[in-house]
Every structure is written in structure tokens, then in C-alpha cells.
């Protein structure tokens, strides 16, 4: 088996040597590994770094995120013929002894992803605040993708080359939480390995303050439960609305016919509003539900596709 250990970076020439330094050179199971770095439009030494260690490369023309050097990685990783995909930071944020304890469920096919669960409430670098948004971002994905990941945030994972060939991100964000709720949705075995961290090379560069942090979080969690769980996005909130005004419009009527309705206008109005508010709620439900139900016909199609497609490059005699 070949394990391909990708590394997104983006300006990571001072870091990129310990990274690469730090990987195992051999593990159990495994007769092939190769490390493979995703530059992301850096403007620095780091494709000649990696160059230089030994690492593939692939380049992105300019910055384009995380979530898209990760895809654009595990592309790269999937011609590279990885059989595992280990993706890493180059911030050397991961510990490279953890990645036997990462690998070997998918080696031993228990698991078609697994994730290196930090101790989060122990690293010092992360505020109250942070610690917080990553238990309630864990909570939030465990709901969503019926899976028991405590740390969802983590990058620090394990992917077969099946569950590899099977992920779509649409954030732009970040790809951590998502594809972890489409590994749940797809049925795939997920499983999790305890991971310790190393000290903090430089600050984080997913957000330029806290507030954007937990901005860009919270839109996360929005646009995750509307996409993967439209109908209860909408359609619950759209029924309760309609329950509400539905009462209201009943009291409006009770005292309509007891003679005192025009006292009452007002009780009509806001009935009115809260059962069209609803109704357009519930069908905004249907509709998302119907469009994501064609959204996961779409992405079975396209993995069986490219399951075809890459058995015919590594076997052209068909056998």
C-alpha cells in the first residue's frame, strides 16, 4: 500500500523543513510513502523548500483557501496512486509519530476516515472562547452527520482511497467540518484516534481576529445545516411559525364570533403574516430537501464515474 501525506501551505518556508523532518519514513503496513506539498499561492520559498526535501508539488496560481488546497491535494495524492491519503499542516501544528496510530485503521479497512482528536481543553494557545466554539462546532457537526467526532475541526486525518474519490467541499472556508458530515451521510466508517500538538510556530491563519473567527464559524454552521439538513432548516422553523399564527388566527375567530372582533384586528394581521411566513418556509423545505436529494444522486454518479475511470488507469487489461 502507498500512503500519500499531503501538506497545504502557504508561505511556509520557515516551518516546511521540521514538518517533512518530523514524518515517518516507514510504518506498519505500509511499503510506499511519499509527501506531497500543495503550495497556495505562495510568495516565499516554499515550492524550492519542498523541492528540495524531496516533497511532489502542486501549485495553485494564487491563494485560493484551505478547502481548495485540500481538494486540490487529494486530486494530486489520487494520480499519485496514494492508496491512503494523510493530510497534515505545514504550520507543524500535528505531531508525524501520530500518523501509524492515523493509518492504521484505514490499513486494517475499520475505517474509511479517521480524525486525530486534539486534547483541545489543554492547549494553551487556544482561548476560553476558541476552546468553546470548537466543542459547540463538534456538537453541531455530531448532530448533522450522526457521527460522535469530539473534535471536528481537526485537519489532521486519514482517508482511504475510496472515501478520498467520494468527497466534495463547497465551502470555501474550510473542508474539516464538511467532510466529515458527508462521510456520515455516505455511510462511511469513521473513526477517531487521540493526537497530541506540538507549540505554536506562528498565529493561526484562518481568521485575522477573534471576531472573524467566530464569524466565519457561525456562517459555517448556517450554510453546513442548509446544505446537508435543508429541511429541517427550514421547513421546522416554517411549521412552528404556522402553528403560532395558526393559534392566533384561532383566537382572533373565537372572539370574532363571540362579537368583539374588531377589537382584535391586530391578532388578524399578525395570524395572516406568521402562517404565509410559515407556509413559505415549509415549502422552501420541500424544495431544498428535493434539490439536495438531486445534489446526492449527482455526487454518487460522479464517485462511480471516477471509480471507472481509475480502476481502467490501474488496471488497462481489465482483470
Avoid at 475499520?110 to 476552546?131: H, M, N, W
Amino acid at each position: 500500500m502507498r500512503v500519500v501525506i499531503q501538506i497545504p501551505c502557504h508561505n511556509e518556508e520557515a516551518t516546511l523543513p521540521a514538518v517533512i523532518a518530523d514524518l515517518p519514513r516507514a510504518l506498519p503496513g505500509i511499503a510506499d510513502i511519499r509527501v506531497l506539498v500543495i503550495d497556495d499561492g505562495s510568495t516565499d520559498r516554499t515550492v524550492e523548500v519542498a523541492r528540495g526535501l524531496g516533497a511532489a508539488v502542486v501549485s495553485l496560481p494564487r491563494k485560493s483557501g484551505l478547502a481548495k488546497a485540500f481538494l486540490t491535494g487529494i486530486d494530486a495524492a489520487l494520480a499519485m496512486d496514494a492508496d491512503v491519503v494523510v493530510n497534515t499542516d505545514g504550520d507543524g501544528q500535528y505531531r508525524g509519530a501520530d500518523i501509524a496510530s492515523l493509518v492504521a485503521p484505514v490499513v486494517a479497512r475499520r475505517a474509511d476516515l479517521v480524525i486525530g482528536v486534539r486534547p483541545v481543553t489543554e492547549i494553551r494557545s487556544f482561548s476560553p472562547l476558541k476552546k468553546l466554539l470548537q466543542r459547540f462546532g463538534s456538537a453541531v457537526t455530531r448532530a448533522a452527520s450522526g457521527t460522535a467526532v469530539e473534535d471536528a475541526p481537526s485537519g489532521f486525518r486519514a482517508l482511504s482511497r475510496e472515501a478520498a474519490m467520494r468527497m466534495h467541499v463547497f465551502n470555501r472556508y474550510t473542508y474539516t467540518v464538511e467532510t466529515i458530515i458527508q462521510a456520515g451521510q455516505k455511510g462511511m466508517a469513521i473513526a477517531t484516534v487521540p493526537v497530541g500538538v506540538n507549540a505554536p510556530t506562528r498565529p493561526s491563519r484562518l481568521a485575522r481576529s477573534m471576531t472573524s473567527y467566530v464569524a466565519r464559524q457561525m456562517l459555517t454552521i448556517i450554510r453546513i445545516f442548509m446544505t446537508y439538513r435543508p429541511f429541517v432548516f427550514f421547513a421546522v422553523p416554517g411549521a412552528t411559525i404556522f402553528a403560532v399564527g395558526f393559534a392566533i388566527g384561532v383566537r382572533f375567530l373565537f372572539h370574532y364570533f363571540g362579537g368583539d372582533g374588531s377589537g382584535h384586528i391586530q391578532s388578524l394581521l399578525l395570524a395572516v403574516l406568521l402562517l404565509g411566513s410559515g407556509f413559505f418556509l415549509v415549502i422552501v423545505g420541500l424544495l431544498a430537501d428535493l434539490i439536495s436529494v438531486n445534489r446526492n444522486l449527482l455526487e454518487r454518479i460522479d464517485w462511480q464515474v471516477r471509480s471507472l475511470d481509475d480502476k481502467r488507469r490501474r488496471d488497462p487489461s481489465g482483470r
